[in-house]
């Protein structure tokens, strides 16, 4: 059975993020996402996301490409559950290409092109306009 991990704040869900789960999930038999704390993702972005850790994760449960999910508290902390989960390859978007090589000691490291025209970002910026 080959395990699949990725990370991300997933916070307004979109077709990207469909797509990249899709992808992953079709690299192996298991998929395992984490999920950026509410913390974490303060730390990273400097803002809060609109949707707490707690319902990123439910809407994550209910994807039926991913098999299991979990709190990702520490960016620091990524090799341990790499290696917790025995994942055999760490798949994440190209956004991040080259961040992650130092793993390809324990894991496989894949970089998946991102969808164009759609960013989690920009959604927020765009939503954020029309209200103002």
């Known amino acids: 059975m080959k395990t699949i991990i990725t990370f991300g704040t997933f916070d307004i869900f979109h077709v990207g993020h ?12 298991r998929l ?3 999920v950026s704390s509410d913390r974490l993702n303060l730390q990273k972005k400097q803002r809060n996301p609109i949707y707490s850790e707690s319902e990123r994760i439910a809407i994550l449960r209910n994807i039926k490409d991913v ?10 902390e990524k090799a341990e559950y790499i290696q917790n989960y ?7 978007g190209d956004d991040w290409e080259g961040h992650f090589d130092h793993f390809r000691d324990i ?8 969808t164009p025209s759609i960013s ?3 959604i927020i910026e765009i939503v954020r306009s029309v209200r103002r």
Do not use: H, N, W
């Open 67 to 76: 098999d299991d999910v979990f709190l990702e508290e520490s960016l620091e």
């Open 107 to 114: 894991c496989e490291v894949v970089y998946f092109p991102r």
């Open 120 to 122: 989690t970002t920009e």
């Open 18 to 29: 469909l797509a990249i789960l899709q992808r992953a999930k079709a690299l192996g038999d």
């Open 86 to 92: 025995r994942a055999d390859i760490l798949a994440m």
């Open 32 to 34: 395992v996402v984490g």
